[in-house]
């Protein structure tokens, strides 16, 4: 599994932004994607996973620093996750990474496949 996480930028405390995950593979639906971040002197860490329970249902759950703000979404059919982060804080800042891990829970090496990361800055 090859992944590619874009979407991330500038923005102010407040604003809104939406990371994309895209994945290569035929067994998309088969794997837990997560997003993890890690800002600058800090370890890695859980943000969001979430995974396929049914052809049409999903599970998903949350850092409680995350939770109400940001939302995990997946499209099988495009192999394509998907982070909405709503009323982003200045801490929201660090390099976002999209994971996919067969039964990948809320610690990175549970993961199997990384992708290359993408930098959100959120100004105060």
């Known amino acids: 599994v090859q992944l590619q996480a874009s979407g991330g930028g500038l923005v102010q405390a407040g604003d809104s932004l939406r990371l994309s995950c895209a994945a290569s593979?035929?067994?998309?639906?088969?794997?837990?994607m997560g997003w993890f971040r890690q800002a600058p002197g800090k370890e890695r860490e859980f943000v969001a996973r979430i995974t396929t329970t049914g052809p049409i249902s999903y599970y998903a759950d949350y850092a409680d620093s995350v939770k109400g703000r940001f939302t995990i979404s997946r499209d099988n059919a495009n192999n394509m996750v998907y982070l909405q982060m709503n009323s982003l804080k200045p801490e929201d800042t660090a390099l976002y990474y999209c994971a996919a891990g067969l039964s990948g829970r809320t610690y990175s090496h549970e993961y199997d496949y990384w992708g290359q990361g993408t930098l959100v800055t959120v100004s105060s």
């Open positions: 593979g035929r067994t998309f639906s088969s794997y837990v």
